[in-house]
């Protein structure tokens, strides 16, 4: 399994930005797929998460209703759409996999590179 994170950058508080991630590897639609962010100095932290079909996802308490992340299985591909930006939004953004049949409370096997996303004020 390979997890490739692309799309991060540079932008402006206010603003929006979109990171993606491409799958290889795996069964895409058998994964359910989350991104976690790494802020500096900080531990690494659950973002949200899709299911395998796309119909449940879950987002944390400090993005939800900022942020979305839709899943193309056609495409093997999986988004994180980030609105509204802030500067503690600021961190790397990792892209992991799980097999849907993994429990919910079960570390997640495959993960990607991460890409860093910059908020400035």
């Known amino acids: 399994v390979q997890l490739q994170a692309s799309g991060g950058g540079s932008v402006q508080a206010g603003g929006s930005l979109r990171v993606s991630c491409a799958a290889s590897g795996l069964t895409f639609s058998a994964f359910r797929m989350a991104w976690f962010r790494q802020a500096p100095g900080k531990e690494r932290e659950f973002v949200a998460r899709?299911?395998?079909?796309?119909?449940?996802?879950l987002y944390a308490g400090s993005v939800k209703g900022q942020y979305t992340i839709p899943r193309d299985n056609a495409k093997n591909t999986v988004t994180l759409q980030m609105n509204s930006l802030r500067p503690e939004d600021t961190a790397v953004y990792y892209c992991?996999?799980?097999?849907?049949?993994?429990?919910?409370?079960?570390?997640?096997?495959?993960w990607g590179q991460g890409t860093l996303v910059t908020v400035s004020s």
């Open positions: 992991a996999a799980a097999p849907s049949t993994l429990q919910l409370n079960e570390p997640y096997p495959y």
């Open positions: 899709i299911s395998g079909g796309g119909v449940s996802t």
